[in-house]
């Protein structure tokens, strides 16, 4: 009989399941990684997104308050006036911040291209109506140009929200697609590898 033989059968399984245990231990490991690289780009890039792009629908309606508010000469008139302007370049700022946030999706700010010529459009006819409110000529065509051009960029507004919100539960069903099969890919690697030591284990105890 041949000792030495008998004990590198005897230990080749126990070698065997202590390599599936790193393996599985890797993989998921690996699905940890991911889930926290996960979590890092939601809190990041798409919760930050959506929040600048509310606050600067929030400012834009705030220009639009004190817009209405010196057209029916109600405050400051000066204090009015660059309230609208300071919310305005607000607007601006913020949603420069938000394609900031998903410079890493281009097909997000692809659908906003046309931002700054919809903000201008708005902007130069609160301008507009600021100055005929200041001299007394505000008519009805230039209120209705604002309202129209103010709800033609709240709705770009909503849409970048939502365009955020869809990109992310996009990418969270791309992750959990991925976890998914990683999790299958081992739990079949697993049960090939046991199925091997017991084979191992069994000819070994024959022998």
């Given at each position: 009989m041949n000792l030495h033989s008998i004990r590198v059968k005897s230990s080749l399984p126990m070698l065997i399941l202590a390599f599936t245990l790193l393996i599985v231990v890797s993989m998921f490991s690996y699905l940890s990684g991911l889930q926290k690289s996960a979590l890092a780009v939601q809190a990041d890039n798409f919760l930050q997104a959506i929040s600048v792009v509310l606050n600067a629908d929030r400012d834009?309606?705030?220009?639009?308050?004190?817009?209405?508010?010196?057209?029916?000469?109600?405050?400051?008139?000066?204090?009015?006036?660059?309230?609208v302007k300071d919310n305005a370049q607000q607007v601006k700022q913020r949603f420069a911040d938000y394609l900031k946030f998903l410079k890493s999706y281009p097909d997000v700010q692809q659908q906003f291209a046309e931002f700054e010529q919809d903000y201008q459009l708005w902007y130069q006819s609160a301008l507009a109506l600021l100055q005929a409110s200041k001299a007394g000529t505000a008519s009805a065509e230039l209120i209705a140009e604002e309202q129209k051009q103010f709800g033609a960029l709240r709705n770009v507004l909503d849409?970048?929200?939502?365009?955020?919100?869809?990109?992310?539960?996009?990418?969270?069903?791309?992750?959990?697609?991925?976890?998914?099969?990683?999790?299958?890919?081992?739990?079949?690697?697993?049960?090939?590898?046991?199925?091997?030591a017991a084979g191992l284990a069994t000819v070994g105890l024959n022998l």
């Open positions: 834009l309606y705030q220009a639009k308050l004190a817009s209405t508010m010196h057209l029916s000469k109600q405050g400051d008139s000066a204090a009015l006036e660059t309230e849409k970048a929200g939502e365009a955020a919100l869809n990109k992310s539960v996009s990418e969270q069903q791309v992750l959990t697609s991925e976890i998914s099969f990683f999790q299958n890919t081992t739990y079949s690697i697993t049960a090939v590898i046991l199925l091997i």
